[in-house]
């Protein structure tokens, strides 16, 4: 990192004025500067954040102060600081995660939500889980119905490697994961509920240039956003069970598109439900037709 601070290096020995200066910076590219300094900081001192509150006035080695500086530089340049952390926290659930895999967003704990209300407690239902990533929502419905058989698939092997590291990690038992492309991998089983966070951005939409350093193929839907949701709307009859239910996050604005597909493929009960920001975000329906299996 090219350090311009706007005064002289050896002035910067303090947590308090790292963290005074790296608050500057950040705030150009951050929407929480002081939160990201204060993470960074505490990573570079391998120290919890109330460290940095209690001493201020301690001072940074220079192989400290050279960790913070490099962290810092990543951050500034756009790079998500759960990626530089490697970890974000999904359900309470601190989740690793890496640049093969989506970072795990609040809205999406809707579809848990959702899922949860379709199954009982103590239920032994087989759930699907259809491009993990992290495994994020696939964890949290095994986490919170452990009589359940979950598994999870992803096109991508590394998006697996993941979610196997975070299944370990906090020592969730019933649960698979298999690499493979949307309900390919599981052709000949069949699920009393399938649960999905697809791709539905399309292909010339501004946002995706706002997120160029998480995985193309896990965001890009295609010319309309809604190439991905095809697959799963009218694959997922040849692995449901009648009367199961499929559960999608979607675009805020792709909620009547989704509806009119749910509707061509034997899918009643269709229910679109709002995340916390008051938007379209997540459709449920149930599949009352034949399975092609």
Not at 199 to 221: M, T
Request: aromatic residues 8%; glycine residues 6%; contains cysteine.
């Amino acid at each position: 990192m090219v350090r311009d601070w706007s005064f002289a290096l050896n002035e910067l020995f303090t947590i308090g004025k790292l963290l005074e200066a790296a608050i500057k910076k950040l705030k150009s590219t951050s929407a929480s500067p002081r939160l990201d300094a204060e993470l960074l900081l505490a990573r570079a001192l391998k120290a919890e954040r109330t460290c940095l509150y209690a001493h201020p006035e301690s001072k940074v080695n220079s192989a400290q102060e050279k960790t913070f500086f490099a962290l810092l530089s990543r951050r500034i340049s756009g790079y998500p600081m759960a990626y530089i952390m490697g970890e974000k926290e999904f359900w309470s659930m601190n989740l690793t995660v890496s640049p093969h895999t989506l970072i795990p967003r609040p809205e999406t704990e809707v579809v848990v939500e959702q899922a949860l209300l379709h199954i009982p407690l103590r239920a032994t239902m087989e759930i699907l889980d259809l491009g993990t990533g992290t495994g994020a929502i696939a964890l949290a419905i095994a986490k919170e119905r452990p009589f359940c058989r979950v598994i999870a698939t992803d096109i991508s092997s590394d998006a697996i490697a993941i979610a196997q590291i975070n299944a370990d990690k906090l020592a969730i038992p019933n649960i698979k994961f298999i690499a493979g492309d949307w309900v390919n991998p599981v052709a000949n089983c069949q699920f009393d509920l399938i649960v999905s966070n697809p791709p539905y951005i399309a292909s010339g939409d501004p946002h995706l240039s706002e997120l160029i350093h998480e995985p193309k193929w896990a965001l890009d839907a295609g010319q309309d956003g809604l190439g991905e949701i095809r697959k799963i709307v009218f694959g997922a009859p040849n692995v449901i069970k009648y009367g199961g239910h499929l559960i999608l996050e979607h675009g805020a604005c792709q909620a009547d598109d989704i509806i009119d597909l749910y509707r061509t493929s034997n899918w009643t009960n269709i229910t679109s439900i709002k995340d916390y920001a008051g938007l379209p975000r997540v459709i449920i329906a149930t599949y009352n037709g034949s399975n092609t299996t």
